[in-house]
């Protein structure tokens, strides 16, 4: 394994990747596949365009197609520290927390100098209940970038995992004062200090912030969400999600407001959202258990069968799962 995908000094097509990194920075993601793709008609072997086209379809959320480009780079040019982080990125979307932490692992030992496979680690651990592990991963991302929310924001959710609300609170402070205008580093502030209150008062505060201090801030939404879900609230819960959905409109809303919809036992509503949400990622597993669960509960076989159908070219690496569902389905009736 290599350590770069470059050597210094001006290399062919480096200028169309300098492009498409700015207008993956700007957002601008299907003008930076247009200008990544076009590089790589001439180019077919340029890593350094394969590592880029499959970072911006990770954030697109075109894992196979990522997945393709990844492979392609790495048979050009070994893998690097960029190319396993992009892998250890892919395999977290998946929620294949181990895969992802030997990923990140690779890029740090590949000389990764940032703090992000350092984080995710940290975070990969934390999900697979290791917490030393995790612990120990997000303490060296805060040595190397001290002003850095990340490993903060990860020791906070180890403390608080482990009942130690001052220190969560702690943490969640460095991250905040690391990224002041950081939605997600307050939102957990917030929360952390929150919970310290009687329970009854807990969501009243976070609403008087929502009114006043913190108005738009969807993350604290997100909290507001949990407060009124630990209250044993699903409807208010489901209200509090929708909001933030229509404020955002990105898929992890909808897949809150769909699953806290499941809770609530609103299951026509859900249904419809759930297949909203296998649609921005069919490769979901969790998404997809619960959509067929409920569709089965439901009764509604046909509209399963149909969803599946629609989206089975889309499902890369859990095609087998949308083939064996359909294959237990009854068929359609001849008309």
């Given at each position: 394994m290599r350590r770069g995908l470059v050597s210094s000094g001006k290399v062919p097509g480096y200028d169309e990747v300098d492009e498409a990194i700015r207008l993956q920075r700007a957002g601008e993601l299907d003008k930076a596949v247009i200008v990544l793709e076009g590089l790589l008609t001439r180019q077919p072997s340029n890593a350094l365009a394969l590592a880029h086209l499959a970072d911006v379809q990770i954030r697109r959320?075109?894992?196979?197609?990522?997945?393709?480009?990844?492979?392609?780079?790495?048979?050009?040019?070994?893998?690097?520290?960029?190319?396993?982080?992009?892998?250890?990125?892919?395999?977290?979307?998946?929620?294949?927390?181990?895969?992802?932490?030997?990923?990140?692992?690779?890029?740090?030992?590949?000389?990764?100098?940032?703090?992000?496979?350092?984080?995710?680690?940290?975070?990969?651990?934390?999900?697979?209940?290791?917490?030393?592990?995790?612990?120990?991963?997000?303490?060296?991302?805060?040595?190397?970038?001290?002003?850095?929310?990340?490993?903060?924001?990860?020791?906070?959710?180890?403390?608080?995992?482990?009942?130690?609300?001052?220190?969560?609170?702690?943490?969640?402070?460095?991250?905040?004062?690391?990224?002041?205008?950081?939605?997600?580093?307050?939102?957990?502030?917030?929360?952390?200090r929150v919970l310290a209150l009687p329970a009854e008062a807990r969501a009243r505060e976070v609403e008087v912030l929502l009114r006043t201090t913190a108005r738009g801030n969807t993350q604290l939404q997100?909290?507001?969400?949990?407060?009124?879900?630990?209250?044993?609230?699903?409807?208010?819960?489901?209200?509090?999600?929708?909001?933030?959905?229509?404020?955002?409109?990105?898929?992890?809303?909808?897949?809150?407001y769909a699953f806290s919809l499941l809770k609530a036992g609103r299951t026509d509503e859900a249904a419809m959202l759930l297949a909203q949400c296998l649609a921005d990622d069919p490769a979901n597993i969790i998404v997809f258990r619960n959509y067929v669960n409920l569709q089965h509960k439901r009764v509604a076989l046909a509209e399963l069968r149909q969803t599946l159908e629609e989206l089975l070219p889309r499902a890369g690496a859990r095609a087998g799962a949308f083939h064996g569902e359909l294959r237990k389905l009854p068929l359609p009736e001849a008309n």
């Amino acid at each position: 394994m290599r350590r770069g995908l470059v050597s210094s000094g001006k290399v062919p097509g480096y200028d169309e990747v300098d492009e498409a990194i700015r207008l993956q920075r700007a957002g601008e993601l299907d003008k930076a596949v247009i200008v990544l793709e076009g590089l790589l008609t001439r180019q077919p072997s340029n890593a350094l365009a394969l590592a880029h086209l499959a970072d911006v379809q990770i954030r697109r959320g075109r894992r196979t197609e990522a997945a393709q480009c990844l492979d392609r780079a790495d048979a050009a040019a070994g893998t690097t520290a960029y190319t396993a982080r992009l892998r250890g990125d892919l395999h977290y979307k998946g929620e294949r927390f181990a895969e992802a932490a030997r990923c990140y692992q690779d890029a740090d030992a590949l000389g990764d100098k940032g703090t992000w496979s350092l984080v995710q680690l940290a975070r990969c651990r934390l999900r697979l209940r290791d917490i030393e592990g995790a612990r120990g991963a997000a303490s060296r991302a805060v040595e190397r970038q001290p002003n850095e929310p990340g490993g903060w924001l990860v020791l906070g959710d180890i403390a608080k995992r482990e009942g130690r609300l001052t220190d969560a609170e702690a943490m969640y402070s460095r991250a905040h004062e690391a990224a002041p205008h950081d939605d997600f580093a307050y939102a957990k502030l917030v929360e952390a200090r929150v919970l310290a209150l009687p329970a009854e008062a807990r969501a009243r505060e976070v609403e008087v912030l929502l009114r006043t201090t913190a108005r738009g801030n969807t993350q604290l939404q997100g909290v507001l969400a949990k407060l009124r879900a630990d209250e044993g609230d699903p409807d208010q819960a489901a209200d509090v999600w929708a909001k933030t959905l229509a404020a955002k409109g990105d898929a992890y809303s909808r897949r809150m407001y769909a699953f806290s919809l499941l809770k609530a036992g609103r299951t026509d509503e859900a249904a419809m959202l759930l297949a909203q949400c296998l649609a921005d990622d069919p490769a979901n597993i969790i998404v997809f258990r619960n959509y067929v669960n409920l569709q089965h509960k439901r009764v509604a076989l046909a509209e399963l069968r149909q969803t599946l159908e629609e989206l089975l070219p889309r499902a890369g690496a859990r095609a087998g799962a949308f083939h064996g569902e359909l294959r237990k389905l009854p068929l359609p009736e001849a008309n």
